[in-house]
């Protein structure tokens, strides 16, 4: 009988899982990193996707915000 609510008051406890905080400019031609800062259309940001770093270019597609690869390495240090 104390099991449940013993489970209440831990489940109670836990933090709430929250979104991640997306600063953004107003501007729906935003690109939004997989962590979720916004990246202005035409700034480069460094991307990490499996082992491979790149320079990625925010640009537009179609009316779709995409990052693009510059062939650039990110600078590490």
Known sequence: MLARPLAIL?????PAR???DVTRSGSDC???TASGF???Q???TCLAIGRRSF???CA???NVPVFRDTG???VTG
């Open 10 to 14: 831990v489940l109670a406890a836990l």
């Open 18 to 20: 929250a979104e991640p």
């Open 30 to 32: 935003d690109c939004v």
């Open 38 to 40: 916004a990246v202005a």
């Open 42 to 44: 035409g700034q480069t």
């Open 55 to 57: 320079v990625a270019l």
């Open 60 to 62: 537009m597609s179609q």
């Open 72 to 74: 650039e390495a990110c």
